[in-house]
């Protein structure tokens, strides 16, 4: 899992404990992470063997973040 906030993070944090996921949560610290660092992160997870990963981003990151 990849996300891009602490908000996120909260919750897969607490929904694994409750329902026993096993999934991993990156990056490590949730700092606000842009589309194109996420694009990054995404590449090496992919080329380090991950066969899925699942970005959450909020709508108003994108939105906020997007080229006028």
Known sequence: ???D???EQF???HLK???GYGYAIKPRLFN???IEEAEGTIDDL???GA????????YDTIIELAPE
């Open 32 to 34: 606000r992470l842009t």
């Open 11 to 13: 919750y897969l944090k």
């Open 5 to 7: 906030g602490r908000t």
């Open 51 to 58: 066969n899925k990963i699942i970005y959450l981003a909020d």
């Open 17 to 19: 404990e409750i329902k």
């Open 46 to 48: 992919l080329s380090g």
């Open 1 to 3: 899992m990849l996300d």
